[in-house]
């Protein structure tokens, strides 16, 4: 584990420091209290439950609906790219349009998100050769296959962080920081990210740690990630925040990849901005201050994409316009027998007592 690191009015080990702006103490660091978000129904019978926790919030900030464990520290994963990328953006970062979402990406290697990781390489003077992320395959499966086909190896580029890292050479380089370690917690760069991600999500950093492409990982509350999403979408126009999420609403095959949910799922709800992360992570807002945030305690994408669509609902949504996200089939013999349900907790009108309405 990194050695604790201050970060405006915390420490990564959740020590709180001596207050330096208005942010709430950092979230304790528990055995989350997960509970039932939904169920894999097989034949009109639970096979198996998923665990998890979700928060919706109301347009004034209010929390409208919590199952679950919405204040023990985690970690959000890639959910928490779109505030990363607001703190370069202030910290000079001028990439707007789809290299800006491009940088709050976790991109599915397709051979434009590869061109616009290179063209901000270019932008900064810099190459493929100052990237620090892990080599890796693309992440889309289709690319990866036609990849694999074709003999290639793992590359950095093709990692899915390769735009925020591309993204984070070219503000380092401008502010005229070190390059060699930006990913160091104690860099200047990554120091100007924690103190956004205090900003916006109103509260402490309670552990600091490795993400998968090497980056600093920043823990916090699944509320706290809510109302980041929420200050980001609510912003006004011109700045950063405002910055961001329209580049990533007009540019969502750039911040994921071509058939990814979470651009489906902007283009489905008008204003909408989403985003994925590893291990069950999404978080998602609109214009209007209206969010949710949901963490899968097993990681489990099938579990992810209901329950998300499911808190959109009860956020207001009309339940029409996300259908195709109600739950991937299950199959048995070829033939459809069941699916992934949200809880009775999450969806109250779905008429859960006969389960075999499910399959």
């Not at 990328?85 to 910290?91: G, H, I």
């Not at 651009?263 to 709800?269: E, F, H, L, P, Q």
């Not at 008008?270 to 609109?286: I, M, N, R, S, Y």
Request: hydrophobic share 45%.
């Amino acid at each position: 584990m990194i050695q604790a690191v201050t970060y405006g009015n915390s420490t990564a080990s959740g020590v709180r420091a001596t207050p330096s702006s208005p942010v709430a103490a950092a979230p304790a660091i528990r055995e989350p209290l997960h509970a039932p978000v939904a169920h894999l129904v097989r034949g009109g019978v639970i096979e198996g439950i998923h665990f998890g926790s979700v928060i919706v919030l109301a347009a004034d900030g209010s929390v409208e609906l919590q199952i679950g464990d919405i204040e023990a520290a985690f970690y959000p994963r890639s959910a928490l790219k779109p505030v990363q990328a607001v703190a370069m953006l202030r910290a000079g970062l001028p990439l707007d349009g789809a290299l800006l979402s491009l940088a709050a990406a976790s991109h599915s290697g397709e051979e434009r998100h590869l061109e616009g990781t290179r063209r901000i390489l270019e932008l900064a003077g810099l190459s493929e050769d100052h990237l620090l992320n892990v080599p890796d395959l693309p992440y889309g499966p289709a690319v990866r296959e036609s990849w694999l086909r074709e003999g290639r190896l793992p590359s950095r580029l093709a990692q899915n962080c390769s735009g925020k890292h591309a993204a984070m050479l070219y503000t380092a380089k401008l502010n005229g920081w070190s390059l060699d370690d930006y990913l160091d917690p104690r860099h200047p760069l990554q120091q100007a990210i924690a103190e956004i991600v205090e900003d916006l999500t109103g509260q402490g950093i309670a552990e600091v740690t490795v993400d998968g492409c090497g980056a600093p990982l920043f823990s916090i509350s699944l509320h706290g990630l809510a109302r980041a999403a929420a200050r980001i979408t609510t912003a006004a126009v011109g700045t950063p925040e405002r910055q961001v999420a329209d580049a990533m609403r007009e540019h969502a095959e750039m911040a994921s990849g071509s058939g990814r949910d979470v651009a489906a799922m902007m283009r489905a709800v008008p204003g909408l901005l989403t985003k994925d992360g590893f291990e069950g992570v999404q978080v998602a807002a609109l214009p209007d201050g209206r969010a949710v945030a949901v963490k899968i305690a097993d990681g489990a994408d099938r579990a992810r994409v209901p329950v998300a669509a499911a808190a959109l609902v009860r956020a207001g949504i009309d339940p029409a316009t996300l259908d195709e996200f109600a739950g991937a089939p299950l199959l048995g013999g070829g033939a459809v027998v069941g699916h992934v349900r949200p809880t009775r907790a999450l969806d109250p009108l779905t008429p859960h007592a006969d389960l075999t309405n499910h399959a």
